[in-house]
Structure formats: structure tokens, C-alpha cells
Antibody
Framework: QVQLQESGPGLVKPSETLSLTCAVS?????????WGWIRQPPGKGLEWIGS???????YYNPSLKSRVTISLDTPKNQFSLKLSSVTAADTAVYFC?????????????????WGQGTLVTVSS | EIVLTQSPATLSLSPGERATLSCRAS??????LAWYQQKPGQAPRLLIY???SRATGIPARFSGSGSGTDFTLTISSLEPEDFAVYYC??????????FGGGTKVEIK
């Protein structure tokens, strides 16, 4: 069973870079796979940040593209998110997720399972 | 960017009642629409994908319908554990992938 766990600093100062990792267990990220980062400001809805294939190809939300980098760390079986020049508007719970796979096939851009999420607060 | 509008924002119902949630897209997404359930303090869970296919392990009381711009999530008979927030998401035109603003199903 695939499980994901986000980790990283819970507090980041304005203008600095937010860095999170998503540790994956029960599945090798070097296998055919597709992963995503999604965030949720407190009390608000979901926003897709970006995604990465096992090949390393990445796709980003245009609204964040200039500040986002998603990458794989295959030896550690994890992937990471970096968001630069953060402001208070980047305060959110950050989730990592894998594409959904039924018994028959996998579907890019439907996400399940998800990690439990980690709250990142941007404040001085 | 495709905007997804969910209605109503809040639905107040009793256990055993039928819930009907709506998601409208600003342009056609064909059948590339999914529904997620999120409970307080938890991550979202995929319920329905490709507009009408139930994800693995999802009870049959959850069903999805629609295509193009108008979609519906129906919960045939609400169980206590179904009171939650529900989001729709499209993958027809991306990036970006977009989510609706959510519908909260609360106990009346």
C-alpha cells in the first residue's frame, strides 16, 4: 500500500524559500509514476502547485511557475517542493499525492492517495 | 484557465436523506472531472473520476454524472461519515489543474 508523508519547516520567513519533502513508502518513485503537490490555505479550497513524472518531467501552475521547483530524490524514494520568495499568501497546508491507479490502469492528474499534509506558516 | 463553480456552498441535510451537489465548468471539460471528499484535519480522498467512475473502495451510494460543463455528485442516502466538504477537479485543460470552491454537507 502506497503511503506518503510530508515533512519540512512549519515556519518560514517572508522572502525566503519554502522547502518540503514527500517520503514515499510501498512504491518506488523510479517506477512508472506521477506525483503532485497541492496546497490549501487555512479555511479555503485546494490549489494545484505542480507535478512530476518518474522521468523528471515537471508541470507547474502558471500562477506559481516562476517560484516553484519540484524534483525527485530517487535514492531516498522521495520528492521535494521548493517555493521561493514566499509571502503570507503562501501560508497553507501542503499535500503531496500520487496519481490514482485503479486495478486496470493509472490516471495522471487524478490524485489518490495523499499525504496527511503539513502546515507551513509564512511569518517573520 | 477553467473555473469550476460548485453549488450550493453549504447543504444542510439529515442522515438518510439524498444529497445532490453541483459543479459547473466555465468551458467544456468533456468527462474529465473528479470529486473528492475531505473531512476536517484530513487529506482529500478521491471518490469519483472521469465524471462517473467510482474509485476503489468507494461505496455505491456515491455516484457521479454529467459531461461538458455540468456535473452532479449524488449521495443516495447520507451516512453519518458522509458529512464533509466535497470538491470537484478538472484535468481537461491544464496546466493548471483546477478545483472548485467546495460544498460543505452538514448535519441539519
Amino acid at each position: 500500500q502506497v503511503q506518503l508523508q510530508e515533512s519540512g519547516p512549519g515556519l518560514v520567513k517572508p522572502s525566503e524559500t519554502l522547502s518540503l519533502t514527500c517520503a514515499v513508502s510501498g512504491y518506488s518513485i523510479s517506477s512508472d509514476s506521477y506525483w503532485g503537490w497541492i496546497r490549501q490555505p487555512p479555511g479555503k479550497g485546494l490549489e494545484w502547485i505542480g507535478s512530476i513524472y518518474h522521468s523528471g518531467s515537471t508541470y507547474y501552475n502558471p500562477s506559481l511557475k516562476s517560484r516553484v521547483t519540484i524534483s525527485l530524490d530517487t535514492p531516498k524514494n522521495q520528492f521535494s517542493l521548493k517555493l521561493s520568495s514566499v509571502t503570507a499568501a503562501d501560508t497553507a497546508v501542503y499535500f503531496c499525492a500520487r496519481r490514482y491507479c485503479s486495478s486496470a490502469t493509472c490516471y495522471e492528474n487524478w490524485f489518490d492517495p495523499w499525504g496527511q499534509g503539513t502546515l507551513v506558516t509564512v511569518s517573520s | 484557465e477553467i473555473v469550476l463553480t460548485q453549488s450550493p456552498a453549504t447543504l444542510s441535510l439529515s442522515p438518510g436523506e439524498r444529497a445532490t451537489l453541483s459543479c459547473r465548468a466555465s468551458q467544456s471539460v468533456s468527462s474529465y472531472l473528479a470529486w473528492y471528499q475531505q473531512k476536517p484535519g484530513q487529506a482529500p480522498r478521491l471518490l469519483i473520476y472521469d465524471a462517473s467512475s467510482r474509485a476503489t473502495g468507494i461505496p455505491a451510494r456515491f455516484s457521479g454524472s454529467g459531461s461538458g460543463t455540468d456535473f452532479t455528485l449524488t449521495i443516495s442516502s447520507l451516512e453519518p461519515e458522509d458529512f464533509a466538504v466535497y470538491y470537484c477537479q478538472q484535468r481537461r485543460n491544464w496546466p493548471p489543474l483546477t478545483f472548485g470552491g467546495g460544498t460543505k454537507v452538514e448535519i441539519k
